[in-house]
């Protein structure tokens, strides 16, 4: 014998092996509709994803220029005596290029008798076609004689 509700007198919420004309579960419908949605959503999840790996690498890629032209310019700096340089080259991926030339006569006004140069060193490190980064200084070093 079914089971009744005391209030109402209907059926329980579950009866084993009685079937009524409505249904528990879901429709074929709202099953599409949860797996479009699903689907939709896991698409947008995937290329949010997508986006912060690029980010990410064009980041490092933008990390590992600046530590290069640093380098750089560090080595292009190091001696007391810096002659006139043009100097480029290549390294994993990025191109880059020095030059080093005695500043503006306006900044050496001071200088003219001395033996002391100031200097104009700038380094640019291309990649990625359109991606550059510069550094530039001013360095006295000692004139060559």
């Known amino acids: 014998m079914p089971m009744k509700s005391g209030s109402t007198g209907s059926p329980g919420a579950f009866q084993p ?3 009524d004309s409505q249904e528990h579960g879901f ?3 709202e099953t599409l509709v949860g797996l479009t949605i699903f689907a939709v959503s896991l698409t947008a999840l995937f290329g949010a994803y997508a ?9 490092e890629r933008h990390t590992h220029a600046q530590i290069l032209a640093q380098s750089l310019l560090e ?11 043009s100097s480029s080259g290549s390294n994993d991926g990025f191109r880059w290029r ?3 030339r005695p500043a503006s006569a ?3 006004a001071g200088l003219a008798a001395s033996e002391w140069q100031l200097y104009r060193v700038g380094v640019v490190v291309n990649w990625d076609r359109n991606r550059t980064f510069k550094l530039d ?3 006295l070093a000692r004139v060559r004689r």
């Not at 986006?51 to 980041?59: D, E, I």
């Not at 700096?77 to 340089?85: E, I, S």
């Open 137 to 139: 200084t001013l360095r």
């Open 106 to 108: 306006r900044l050496t």
């Open 98 to 100: 020095i030059n080093a």
């Open 75 to 85: 080595q292009a700096t190091a001696g007391r005596q810096l002659p006139p340089v």
């Open 17 to 19: 092996g009685v079937c």
């Open 51 to 59: 986006n912060g790996l690029k980010a990410a690498r064009t980041n």
């Open 27 to 29: 429709t074929l419908l």
